[in-house]
């Protein structure tokens, strides 16, 4: 008979206890709980478990924990596993402990790679990338994610460390958000990269993020408007086309960000697809701002 842990307590055992009692007194999350006796610390873990194993419903995790009731105990879950215990047990309990709880998880990780080098590239500015993803939902059972008229929606807005595949901020909004929004809250790392697409450009916005030490490598849109002051010799054997110093020409781009940009333009050979970067970073090289936003 098997008598080690179970993989799942041996992944369990990586997550700070006392990190998560101290959280739990601070918003006395045992409030109200009679099914669970450590009703925090279990329905976390019935959680985790349905996360890891893939369950799709209450009724999914409740059957497969309790397939083998015996092994409860030594996965750490103490009490009566149920759809209505669970779903209680998320209703009363208070999200900032899961919230602070998943930041301290996050500073943990992120020291375990801050001495990881990306592929090809040597820094070691922490460098992000920034995105969204849409997330359909059914409007009759979730009617204040309004997206239109007929759909519901919800955006998901991350902000990622490249090394180690780590997210570090998280925003839920409804689907109508625009991306660009996200950088109102967001806070400027000095010294860090933040790359995005081009549904981030908003020049009074990356400027504040310029003014805030912080630098961003964007795709360009199209139709923008600039006056180029001198280009930089390149290699175009490397897939280079130009890297230019430039101004921006628009009445209204002019007055959101009047210092210079750099623009960089890129061939990739795989895709045929030609790529146009602004970014505020002047020192490193043209191709190294096509390399991180490939790794982006």
Known sequence: MNTKKTIFSQIM???????????????NGNYKSYRFSCPDKSGFLCMCFAQLTYR???????????????????????????????????????WRIYAEFAQRLISYARRLYKDDDLIAIDMKNTIYALDSTTIDLCLSLFPWARFRRRKGAIKLHTLLDIRGSIPTFI????????????????????????????????FRRLYLMNKCLGYFIVRAKKNFKFRRLYSNPIDKSTGLRC?????????YQKMDYPDKLRRVKY?????????????????????TVAELYKNR
């Open 243 to 251: 890297d230019q110093t430039i101004k921006l020409m628009g009445y």
């Open 56 to 94: 799709s419903s209450l009724r999914d995790i409740e059957a497969c924990l309790n397939a083998q009731p015996n092994k409860l105990y030594n996965m750490g879950i103490r009490g009566n596993v149920s759809r209505t215990n669970l779903a209680r047990a998320n209703e009363n309990r208070d």
């Open 171 to 202: 925003e839920i909004t409804d689907g109508s958000v625009h991306d660009v929004n996200i950088l109102d809250i967001l806070i400027t790392e000095p010294g860090s990269y933040y790359i995005m697409d081009r549904g981030y450009i908003d």
């Open 267 to 287: 061939f990739d050979e795989k895709t045929g697809i030609t790529f146009v970067f602004l970014t505020n970073n002047f020192e490193i090289s043209a191709l």
């Open 13 to 27: 055992c990586y997550f700070s206890k006392y990190d998560f009692d101290r959280l739990v007194e601070k918003y």
